[in-house]
């Protein structure tokens, strides 16, 4: 696969990831689901933030 095509689904992830945070964040009872999931959302943006700048 090409690098371009890995960061256009690494970011579709994250952006995905970041509403569901939002979402969580407002929806959910249990804080640590929120937090979780918005982790994730910030492990997802900088494995591409390292694909961008170290490839």
Known sequence: ???DTIRSILNIV???L???SVI???VVEDFTT???VCG???F???CEFF???ML
Do not use: E, Q
Request: overall charge positive; glycine content about 0%; charged content about 10%.
């Open 14 to 16: 994250f952006m995905v």
């Open 34 to 36: 929120f937090i979780y």
């Open 40 to 42: 994730a959302a910030i």
């Open 1 to 3: 696969m090409n690098t």
């Open 24 to 26: 969580t964040y407002f």
């Open 51 to 53: 694909l961008r700048f």
């Open 18 to 20: 970041a509403v569901a």
């Open 44 to 46: 997802v943006k900088l």
